[in-house]
Protein backbone atom coordinates (compact mmCIF):
# COMPACT_ATOMS: atom_id res chain seq x y z
CA UNK A 1 0.00 0.00 0.00
CA UNK A 2 1.35 3.61 -0.90
CA UNK A 3 2.00 5.66 1.87
CA UNK A 4 0.40 9.24 2.78
CA UNK A 5 3.88 10.59 1.82
CA UNK A 6 3.61 8.95 -1.11
CA UNK A 7 0.54 10.77 -2.78
CA UNK A 8 1.56 14.25 -1.00
CA UNK A 9 5.11 14.26 -3.32
CA UNK A 10 2.64 13.32 -6.25
CA UNK A 11 0.27 16.18 -5.49
CA UNK A 12 3.42 18.17 -4.59
CA UNK A 13 4.99 17.04 -7.87
CA UNK A 14 2.29 18.22 -10.07
CA UNK A 15 1.41 21.71 -7.99
CA UNK A 16 4.73 22.67 -8.53
CA UNK A 17 5.14 21.72 -12.01
CA UNK A 18 1.77 23.06 -12.89
CA UNK A 19 3.03 26.61 -11.47
CA UNK A 20 6.35 27.06 -12.90
CA UNK A 21 6.34 30.31 -14.54
CA UNK A 22 7.18 30.85 -18.26
CA UNK A 23 10.56 32.20 -19.54
CA UNK A 24 13.49 30.19 -19.16
CA UNK A 25 15.02 32.66 -16.47
CA UNK A 26 12.24 33.04 -14.49
CA UNK A 27 11.62 28.65 -14.77
CA UNK A 28 15.33 28.60 -13.71
CA UNK A 29 14.84 31.21 -10.29
CA UNK A 30 11.57 29.65 -9.94
CA UNK A 31 12.95 25.60 -9.48
CA UNK A 32 16.16 27.15 -7.77
CA UNK A 33 13.63 28.68 -5.48
CA UNK A 34 12.26 25.65 -4.88
CA UNK A 35 15.06 23.73 -4.40
CA UNK A 36 16.26 25.97 -1.85
CA UNK A 37 13.24 26.03 -0.31
CA UNK A 38 13.39 22.91 0.38
CA UNK A 39 16.83 21.86 1.36
CA UNK A 40 16.88 24.45 4.24
CA UNK A 41 12.95 23.92 5.42
CA UNK A 42 9.62 21.66 5.58
CA UNK A 43 7.63 24.09 4.03
CA UNK A 44 7.29 22.11 0.92
CA UNK A 45 7.90 18.57 2.65
CA UNK A 46 5.96 16.03 4.56
CA UNK A 47 8.97 16.72 7.54
CA UNK A 48 8.57 16.30 11.05
CA UNK A 49 6.82 19.64 11.86
CA UNK A 50 3.86 20.10 10.48
CA UNK A 51 3.00 19.78 6.52
CA UNK A 52 0.84 20.93 4.25
CA UNK A 53 -2.31 18.34 3.46
CA UNK A 54 -4.87 20.71 2.03
CA UNK A 55 -4.02 21.06 -1.48
CA UNK A 56 -5.81 24.84 -1.87
CA UNK A 57 -3.27 25.88 0.88
CA UNK A 58 -0.65 24.62 -0.87
CA UNK A 59 -1.43 25.83 -3.53
CA UNK A 60 -1.45 29.36 -2.60
CA UNK A 61 1.79 28.96 -1.09
CA UNK A 62 3.55 27.39 -4.62
CA UNK A 63 1.55 30.50 -5.99
CA UNK A 64 3.59 33.11 -4.23
CA UNK A 65 6.88 30.95 -4.54
CA UNK A 66 6.51 31.43 -8.30
CA UNK A 67 5.67 35.04 -8.43
CA UNK A 68 8.58 35.64 -6.11
CA UNK A 69 10.89 34.06 -8.43
CA UNK A 70 8.96 36.43 -11.54
CA UNK A 71 10.09 39.25 -9.02
CA UNK A 72 13.89 38.00 -8.94
CA UNK A 73 15.32 41.58 -10.12
CA UNK A 74 14.02 42.90 -6.68
CA UNK A 75 15.93 40.55 -4.90
CA UNK A 76 18.49 42.03 -2.47
CA UNK A 77 19.84 39.01 -1.65
CA UNK A 78 19.83 35.00 -3.42
CA UNK A 79 17.57 31.95 -1.63
CA UNK A 80 20.88 30.13 -0.78
CA UNK A 81 21.53 32.54 2.07
CA UNK A 82 18.35 32.51 3.83
CA UNK A 83 18.55 31.26 7.15
CA UNK A 84 15.37 30.37 8.39
CA UNK A 85 13.34 30.63 11.66
CA UNK A 86 14.37 28.33 14.55
CA UNK A 87 11.34 26.87 16.00
CA UNK A 88 10.86 27.30 19.76
CA UNK A 89 8.48 24.84 21.45
CA UNK A 90 7.12 23.58 18.71
CA UNK A 91 6.54 23.54 15.10
CA UNK A 92 7.06 26.55 13.00
CA UNK A 93 4.43 27.81 11.64
CA UNK A 94 4.38 27.66 7.62
CA UNK A 95 2.90 31.70 7.09
CA UNK A 96 6.04 32.68 9.39
CA UNK A 97 8.50 30.34 7.34
CA UNK A 98 7.13 32.26 4.36
CA UNK A 99 7.79 35.72 5.66
CA UNK A 100 10.70 35.36 6.91
CA UNK A 101 11.98 33.96 2.95
CA UNK A 102 9.99 37.23 1.82
CA UNK A 103 12.13 39.40 4.35
CA UNK A 104 15.28 37.90 3.40
CA UNK A 105 14.71 38.16 -0.70
CA UNK A 106 13.76 41.59 -0.91
CA UNK A 107 13.64 43.50 2.31
CA UNK A 108 15.93 46.30 2.28
CA UNK A 109 13.86 48.37 4.53
CA UNK A 110 11.25 46.98 7.18
CA UNK A 111 8.06 46.39 5.68
CA UNK A 112 4.91 45.48 8.02
CA UNK A 113 3.73 41.47 8.29
CA UNK A 114 0.29 42.08 6.65
CA UNK A 115 1.76 42.93 3.98
CA UNK A 116 4.26 39.75 3.03
CA UNK A 117 0.90 38.04 4.26
CA UNK A 118 -0.61 39.67 1.55
CA UNK A 119 0.95 37.65 -1.30
CA UNK A 120 -0.83 34.31 -0.36
CA UNK A 121 -4.37 36.08 -0.28
CA UNK A 122 -6.51 34.40 -2.85
CA UNK A 123 -8.17 38.21 -3.14
CA UNK A 124 -4.22 39.99 -3.67
CA UNK A 125 -4.07 42.53 -6.48
CA UNK A 126 -1.33 43.35 -8.53
CA UNK A 127 -0.79 46.86 -6.73
CA UNK A 128 -0.47 44.32 -3.27
CA UNK A 129 2.78 43.18 -4.31
CA UNK A 130 3.70 46.46 -6.10
CA UNK A 131 3.57 47.91 -2.70
CA UNK A 132 5.44 45.31 -1.11
CA UNK A 133 8.19 46.23 -3.12
CA UNK A 134 7.57 49.79 -3.19
CA UNK A 135 8.41 49.64 0.96
CA UNK A 136 10.73 47.02 1.05
CA UNK A 137 13.21 49.63 -1.28
CA UNK A 138 12.69 52.16 1.26
CA UNK A 139 10.25 54.34 0.02
CA UNK A 140 7.15 55.71 2.00
CA UNK A 141 3.09 54.51 0.97
CA UNK A 142 2.34 57.73 0.59
CA UNK A 143 4.44 57.89 -2.49
CA UNK A 144 3.04 55.13 -4.14
CA UNK A 145 1.53 56.42 -6.95
CA UNK A 146 -0.79 52.93 -7.88
CA UNK A 147 -2.73 53.18 -4.09
CA UNK A 148 -6.62 53.49 -3.21
CA UNK A 149 -7.79 57.18 -3.22
CA UNK A 150 -7.57 56.62 0.56
CA UNK A 151 -6.40 60.43 1.86
CA UNK A 152 -2.88 59.39 3.98
CA UNK A 153 -2.09 62.67 5.54
CA UNK A 154 1.77 62.80 7.01
CA UNK A 155 1.30 60.89 10.33
CA UNK A 156 -0.89 57.93 8.52
CA UNK A 157 2.50 56.69 7.35
CA UNK A 158 3.81 56.10 10.86
CA UNK A 159 0.57 53.99 11.48
CA UNK A 160 0.41 52.27 8.80
CA UNK A 161 3.48 50.58 9.48
CA UNK A 162 1.51 49.66 12.76
CA UNK A 163 -1.40 47.87 11.37
CA UNK A 164 -2.52 44.65 12.70
CA UNK A 165 -1.32 41.38 10.89
CA UNK A 166 -4.13 40.41 9.76
CA UNK A 167 -5.55 43.34 7.63
CA UNK A 168 -5.22 43.47 4.31
CA UNK A 169 -3.37 46.32 2.35
CA UNK A 170 -6.66 48.33 1.68
CA UNK A 171 -8.05 47.55 5.74
CA UNK A 172 -4.89 48.81 7.19
CA UNK A 173 -4.87 52.16 5.04
CA UNK A 174 -8.11 53.05 5.61
CA UNK A 175 -7.26 52.29 9.39
CA UNK A 176 -4.10 54.28 9.47
CA UNK A 177 -5.74 57.35 7.89
CA UNK A 178 -8.62 56.90 10.79
CA UNK A 179 -5.58 57.23 13.31
CA UNK A 180 -4.03 59.57 12.06
CA UNK A 181 -7.11 61.96 12.52
CA UNK A 182 -7.41 60.80 16.21
CA UNK A 183 -9.94 57.96 16.05
CA UNK A 184 -9.64 55.85 18.81
CA UNK A 185 -7.63 52.56 18.12
CA UNK A 186 -10.45 50.35 18.67
CA UNK A 187 -12.98 52.79 16.55
CA UNK A 188 -10.29 52.20 13.63
CA UNK A 189 -9.77 48.61 13.86
CA UNK A 190 -14.12 48.21 13.98
CA UNK A 191 -14.46 50.75 10.93
CA UNK A 192 -11.35 49.08 8.69
CA UNK A 193 -12.18 45.51 9.63
CA UNK A 194 -15.79 45.41 9.61
CA UNK A 195 -17.37 47.95 7.31
CA UNK A 196 -17.35 48.87 3.59
CA UNK A 197 -14.76 51.37 4.25
CA UNK A 198 -12.39 48.83 4.72
CA UNK A 199 -12.74 47.56 1.19
CA UNK A 200 -14.39 50.20 -0.97
CA UNK A 201 -13.37 53.72 -1.88
CA UNK A 202 -15.47 56.50 -3.17
CA UNK A 203 -16.67 59.72 -1.55
CA UNK A 204 -13.38 60.16 0.68
CA UNK A 205 -14.30 63.68 1.12
CA UNK A 206 -18.17 63.22 2.96
CA UNK A 207 -16.38 60.02 4.73
CA UNK A 208 -13.68 62.24 6.50
CA UNK A 209 -16.50 64.52 7.53
CA UNK A 210 -17.70 61.54 9.36
CA UNK A 211 -14.13 59.85 10.48
CA UNK A 212 -13.76 63.49 12.28
CA UNK A 213 -17.45 63.12 13.56
CA UNK A 214 -16.17 60.52 16.01
CA UNK A 215 -13.25 62.28 17.16
CA UNK A 216 -15.36 65.97 17.37
CA UNK A 217 -17.88 64.15 19.55
CA UNK A 218 -15.69 61.75 21.25
CA UNK A 219 -16.98 58.34 20.31
CA UNK A 220 -15.83 56.09 22.32
CA UNK A 221 -17.49 52.50 21.80
CA UNK A 222 -16.44 50.55 18.83
CA UNK A 223 -20.28 48.99 18.95
CA UNK A 224 -22.12 52.40 18.49
CA UNK A 225 -19.21 53.50 16.11
CA UNK A 226 -19.89 50.64 13.72
CA UNK A 227 -23.58 51.52 13.80
CA UNK A 228 -23.30 55.24 13.36
CA UNK A 229 -21.01 54.46 10.04
CA UNK A 230 -23.69 51.21 8.54
CA UNK A 231 -26.38 53.62 9.40
CA UNK A 232 -25.17 56.89 7.52
CA UNK A 233 -24.30 54.30 4.41
CA UNK A 234 -27.28 52.71 4.66
CA UNK A 235 -28.92 56.11 4.13
CA UNK A 236 -27.18 58.32 1.69
CA UNK A 237 -25.56 55.35 -0.53
CA UNK A 238 -27.67 52.35 -0.42
CA UNK A 239 -30.53 51.71 -2.56
CA UNK A 240 -33.69 52.43 -0.63
CA UNK A 241 -35.85 49.07 -1.56
CA UNK A 242 -32.78 47.41 0.01
CA UNK A 243 -32.81 49.74 3.46
CA UNK A 244 -36.73 50.08 3.64
CA UNK A 245 -38.54 47.48 1.55
CA UNK A 246 -40.84 47.12 -1.18
CA UNK A 247 -42.45 50.49 -2.11
CA UNK A 248 -39.23 52.34 -1.88
CA UNK A 249 -36.68 52.40 -5.47
CA UNK A 250 -32.78 52.19 -6.12
CA UNK A 251 -32.95 55.57 -5.24
CA UNK A 252 -31.06 56.30 -1.54
CA UNK A 253 -33.53 57.36 1.02
CA UNK A 254 -31.34 60.21 1.68
CA UNK A 255 -29.05 61.13 -0.52
CA UNK A 256 -28.27 65.03 0.84
CA UNK A 257 -27.46 63.29 4.27
CA UNK A 258 -24.61 65.79 5.79
CA UNK A 259 -22.56 65.92 8.57
CA UNK A 260 -23.05 69.50 9.12
CA UNK A 261 -24.27 70.61 12.46
CA UNK A 262 -24.66 67.25 14.01
CA UNK A 263 -24.15 66.13 17.45
CA UNK A 264 -24.10 62.44 18.53
CA UNK A 265 -27.22 63.06 20.28
CA UNK A 266 -29.20 64.64 17.88
CA UNK A 267 -27.60 61.45 15.53
CA UNK A 268 -28.61 58.86 17.90
CA UNK A 269 -32.32 60.31 18.17
CA UNK A 270 -31.79 60.33 14.45
CA UNK A 271 -31.25 56.75 14.31
CA UNK A 272 -33.98 56.02 16.45
CA UNK A 273 -36.38 57.60 14.55
CA UNK A 274 -35.48 57.68 10.68
CA UNK A 275 -38.47 55.63 9.89
CA UNK A 276 -40.74 58.09 11.00
CA UNK A 277 -39.33 61.37 9.50
CA UNK A 278 -38.59 59.94 5.96
CA UNK A 279 -42.70 58.90 6.13
CA UNK A 280 -42.97 62.70 7.06
CA UNK A 281 -41.03 63.53 4.20
CA UNK A 282 -41.96 61.07 1.46
CA UNK A 283 -45.42 60.03 2.45
CA UNK A 284 -45.55 57.91 -0.84
CA UNK A 285 -43.29 55.14 0.50
CA UNK A 286 -46.81 53.95 2.99
CA UNK A 287 -48.69 54.29 -0.05
CA UNK A 288 -47.76 51.79 -1.92
CA UNK A 289 -49.02 48.59 -0.87
CA UNK A 290 -49.05 44.71 -1.52
CA UNK A 291 -50.80 42.05 0.42
CA UNK A 292 -50.41 38.59 1.66
CA UNK A 293 -52.27 35.79 3.18
CA UNK A 294 -52.63 35.77 6.76
CA UNK A 295 -51.57 32.58 8.73
CA UNK A 296 -53.83 30.16 9.90
CA UNK A 297 -53.95 31.56 13.52
CA UNK A 298 -57.20 33.86 14.24
CA UNK A 299 -57.26 37.48 15.43
CA UNK A 300 -58.84 38.18 18.59
CA UNK A 301 -60.90 40.98 20.79
CA UNK A 302 -61.12 40.59 24.24
CA UNK A 303 -63.14 43.04 26.45
CA UNK A 304 -62.08 43.03 30.16
CA UNK A 305 -64.69 46.02 31.67
CA UNK A 306 -64.52 49.10 30.00
CA UNK A 307 -60.76 48.12 28.42
CA UNK A 308 -60.75 46.48 25.05
CA UNK A 309 -57.72 44.26 23.59
CA UNK A 310 -57.00 43.47 20.00
CA UNK A 311 -54.87 41.44 18.45
CA UNK A 312 -54.12 41.23 14.98
CA UNK A 313 -52.32 40.22 12.25
CA UNK A 314 -50.13 42.60 9.96
CA UNK A 315 -51.10 41.28 6.11
CA UNK A 316 -49.34 44.37 4.06
CA UNK A 317 -45.91 45.87 3.57
CA UNK A 318 -47.80 49.30 4.16
CA UNK A 319 -49.02 47.43 7.45
CA UNK A 320 -45.25 46.89 8.44
CA UNK A 321 -44.05 50.22 7.59
CA UNK A 322 -46.32 52.35 9.60
CA UNK A 323 -46.79 50.06 12.60
CA UNK A 324 -42.52 50.35 12.52
CA UNK A 325 -42.56 54.06 12.65
CA UNK A 326 -45.22 54.20 15.14
CA UNK A 327 -43.35 51.68 17.29
CA UNK A 328 -40.00 53.11 16.62
CA UNK A 329 -38.47 49.60 15.69
CA UNK A 330 -37.55 47.63 12.12
CA UNK A 331 -40.32 45.57 11.99
CA UNK A 332 -40.61 46.94 8.18
CA UNK A 333 -37.42 44.70 7.54
CA UNK A 334 -39.78 41.46 7.96
CA UNK A 335 -41.42 42.41 4.17
CA UNK A 336 -40.34 39.94 2.71
CA UNK A 337 -39.88 37.37 5.29
CA UNK A 338 -43.97 37.89 5.69
CA UNK A 339 -44.50 38.01 2.27
CA UNK A 340 -42.91 34.09 1.72
CA UNK A 341 -44.77 32.89 5.23
CA UNK A 342 -41.98 32.31 6.99
CA UNK A 343 -42.98 34.37 10.06
CA UNK A 344 -46.01 36.40 10.90
CA UNK A 345 -46.35 39.69 12.35
CA UNK A 346 -49.10 40.97 14.84
CA UNK A 347 -50.11 44.06 16.49
CA UNK A 348 -51.56 44.45 20.26
CA UNK A 349 -53.69 47.13 20.66
CA UNK A 350 -55.86 48.40 23.36
CA UNK A 351 -58.97 50.72 23.53
CA UNK A 352 -59.59 52.08 26.90
CA UNK A 353 -61.65 55.32 27.07
CA UNK A 354 -62.56 55.21 23.25
CA UNK A 355 -58.57 55.71 22.95
CA UNK A 356 -56.27 53.49 20.97
CA UNK A 357 -53.15 52.56 22.05
CA UNK A 358 -50.29 50.13 20.42
CA UNK A 359 -48.95 47.83 23.48
CA UNK A 360 -46.69 45.29 21.35
CA UNK A 361 -45.17 43.58 17.92
CA UNK A 362 -45.27 40.37 17.90
CA UNK A 363 -43.51 37.68 15.55
CA UNK A 364 -44.78 34.32 15.06
CA UNK A 365 -43.44 31.37 13.54
CA UNK A 366 -46.14 29.46 11.90
CA UNK A 367 -44.07 25.87 11.01
CA UNK A 368 -43.21 26.25 14.60
CA UNK A 369 -46.55 27.30 16.02
CA UNK A 370 -44.15 29.63 19.04
CA UNK A 371 -44.21 32.96 19.77
CA UNK A 372 -40.12 34.32 19.53
CA UNK A 373 -40.78 38.00 19.78
CA UNK A 374 -43.08 40.51 21.30
CA UNK A 375 -41.19 44.38 22.14
CA UNK A 376 -43.02 47.51 23.06
CA UNK A 377 -42.35 50.95 21.50
CA UNK A 378 -38.54 51.07 20.48
CA UNK A 379 -38.28 47.77 20.98
CA UNK A 380 -38.48 47.52 24.75
CA UNK A 381 -40.17 45.12 26.70
CA UNK A 382 -43.59 44.62 27.10
CA UNK A 383 -45.73 45.47 30.03
CA UNK A 384 -47.66 42.75 32.71
CA UNK A 385 -50.89 42.92 31.50
CA UNK A 386 -49.51 42.49 27.67
CA UNK A 387 -47.97 39.85 28.52
CA UNK A 388 -50.99 38.20 29.90
CA UNK A 389 -53.23 38.90 27.09
CA UNK A 390 -50.35 37.57 24.98
CA UNK A 391 -50.43 34.50 27.21
CA UNK A 392 -53.79 34.06 26.69
CA UNK A 393 -54.23 34.25 23.13
CA UNK A 394 -51.47 31.83 22.94
CA UNK A 395 -52.95 29.24 24.68
CA UNK A 396 -56.42 29.79 22.67
CA UNK A 397 -54.72 29.07 19.78
CA UNK A 398 -51.97 26.45 20.67
CA UNK A 399 -48.36 28.55 20.40
CA UNK A 400 -45.16 28.41 22.43
CA UNK A 401 -44.32 31.26 24.28
CA UNK A 402 -40.83 31.70 24.09
CA UNK A 403 -40.48 35.23 25.38
Not at 3 to 17: C, G, K, N, P
Not at 114 to 138: D, I, K, P, Q
Not at 157 to 171: G, I, L, N, V
Not at 301 to 307: D, R
Amino acid sequence: MRSRDHYFHQIMDELLACHQPSGGNNRRAYWNLVTQVRRLSDLLSPGPSRPIRDPMELRAYIRTLKTVAEKRLHWANTPESWIPPQAKGGPLSHRVTLRSLLGHLFERYPVPDFMAYSWLSTNAVRWHEALYLHLASGKGVRQFPDRPAIPLPPKAARFFMQAPDDFTPTEAMRWSQLRSYGVRKKIATEIARYTTAGSEVGNESFWETVFRFFVRENVTNEDEAFAIYDFIEEQKFRPGIEVWGRGADERPLQPDFTMKGRTLKSLRRNMTNWREQILAKRPELAMKTFQWDSSPFRSMVHQEGNVKWLMFELLSDRALILEGAAMDHCVATYIDSCAKHRCSIWSLRVHEQGIPKRMATIEVMPNEKSIVHAKAKCNNQIDDNSHRILKYWAEREGLKLEI
